[in-house]
């Protein structure tokens, strides 16, 4: 009886052992962001969320030396990253830490790297929105592509037929006098200038943009004979 009653107080304190070092385990986590130079970004903003398990989230921003650290729960599940800040592209990543056969209190290491973003980021962001149709997204990178880059003619084709597809006829028709401003006499703005007037009923104007459309669309035909039919370039479509 008496030892059964010391190895029973032996596991325990085994347990109790165990139980204090496991407490004490740490599972820190760096991050360092740079730019495309290499040199420290701060103000980033930084989200960890667990990909599985019990609920977990941490955030913040980065420091002057483009750090930040936080106290993840433990290494045995991955983690989604997030790195954004106004002016740059936003990064997202998954941190796959089991594969890593990480040991408690090691420090997991994590370097980004933001790119500074670009009218023709926004422009291809709204592209792929589109394509999932999420119109109200495609239209608002569409949108932050033309305010970046005014000329950007691919932008401002793009919006008005994202504006008719949204039923915005106005909008459509300011976007297609925008192309016409920076491409004279291109086809798919007057087809879609024609569209936005129809629907704004003023059938009138719309006539007269359907002609200068027809009358383009057989100009690219003779010259398209002449130097042949591959040389018309196809027009830009979203599938919405």
Known sequence: MIRRTASLALVALALLTASAASAKDKFPLEL???????KPVEGA???LTAASGDAFAVSGTTDRKGRFEAALP?????YRLQVSLAGFNTVEQL???PAQN????????????LRVRTAADAYNDGAK?????????GLARLEEAARMKPDFVEAWRALAQVYLAADRPADALAATDKT???VANDA???RDRYDALIALGRAEEGVCSSERHKVQVLERRKRGAKVGADSVEPEMQFAL
């Not at 360092?32 to 290499?38: A, F, W």
């Not at 929105?129 to 997204?137: E, G, M, S, W, Y």
């Open 102 to 113: 990480l040991k408690p209190n090691r420090t997991v290491d994590v370097a980004v790297t």
């Open 180 to 182: 016409l401003q920076l």
């Open 45 to 47: 903003l930084a989200q």
């Open 129 to 137: 929105a589109l394509q999932k149709r999420d119109l109200a997204t």
């Open 32 to 38: 360092r962001v740079t730019n495309e130079e290499g």
């Open 74 to 78: 433990d290494f045995a599940r991955a």
């Open 95 to 97: 941190l796959d830490l």
């Open 188 to 190: 798919t703005a007057l």
